[in-house]
């Protein structure tokens, strides 16, 4: 199963942009990545996904590697509802659920 | 206000006690899904409903039951559970099951703590 790996831990300025990356060597061609966060007692929430393309959305851009083996989760200035752990992984068309893995994730620190 | 609801919101139970958890999505949606979040571990799938009917079981223990009634309404019925299943149990949706392209819509959660 392909999987995911990210920094553990990762600190921002407010107002300032954040890039947080995601190794994912072992991907397929028909694997799309998905991008949740998590705020403190809440359920994940939904940020962005993509396959080969960059993508934006409201929330966030997903820059994604010409060779598909990492991606960045870019969040253009972040604020302090931005603290959050974030979670990168792959969903694979055609496959049954159990193949969906949520990893450790990244937990983002906003410093005001 | 993500349109997925969870009640109760806490609960605390004894091992030989006999309880339900309920979530219940305001989205139209087609799937729905049962994750456990324990103490420092990353989400777990549990069940996965679509279209009311189960397409997933994850080996999770006979302990957990799901019932999907019909496509707003998921319960996790709880019985004779043990101290190591106390975690944070969270309820999701989404509008198309695909798992490649589904987005995820997830409830609060029910924190749960087993005496």
């Known amino acids: 199963d392909a999987k995911t790996t990210q920094p553990n831990s990762m600190e921002s300025n407010e107002e300032e942009p954040v890039h947080l990356p995601c190794n994912h060597s072992?991907?397929?061609?028909?694997?799309?990545i998905h991008w949740y966060r998590q705020l403190p007692s809440q359920g994940p929430e939904y940020v962005i996904h993509g396959l080969t393309s960059n993508v934006n959305n409201r929330m966030a851009s997903l820059a994604i590697a010409e060779d598909r083996k990492s991606s960045t989760l870019i969040l253009h200035r972040a604020t302090l509802r931005d603290a959050a752990v974030y979670y990168c992984?792959?969903?694979?068309?055609?496959?049954?659920?159990?193949?969906?893995?949520f990893g450790p994730g990244t937990s983002l620190s906003v410093i005001p | 206000e993500t349109g997925v609801t969870q009640t109760p919101r806490h609960l605390v139970m004894g091992m030989t006690n006999k309880k339900s958890l309920k979530c219940e999505q305001h989205l139209g949606h087609n799937a729905m899904y049962w994750y456990k979040q324990s103490a420092k571990k990353p989400l777990e799938l549990m069940f996965v409903y679509s279209l009311e009917e189960r397409v997933e079981n994850n080996s999770v223990p006979s302990r957990f039951s799901p019932e999907c009634p019909n496509s707003s309404h998921l319960f996790l019925h709880l019985h004779t559970l043990q101290p190591e299943d106390s975690a944070l149990y969270l309820c999701a949706s989404s509008p198309d099951p695909d798992p490649s392209t589904d987005t995820q819509y997830f409830g609060p959660g029910t924190r749960l703590t087993v005496l």
């Open positions: 992984i792959l969903r694979e068309r055609g496959t049954s659920y159990d193949k969906v893995i």
């Open positions: 072992t991907i397929s061609g028909t694997d799309y």
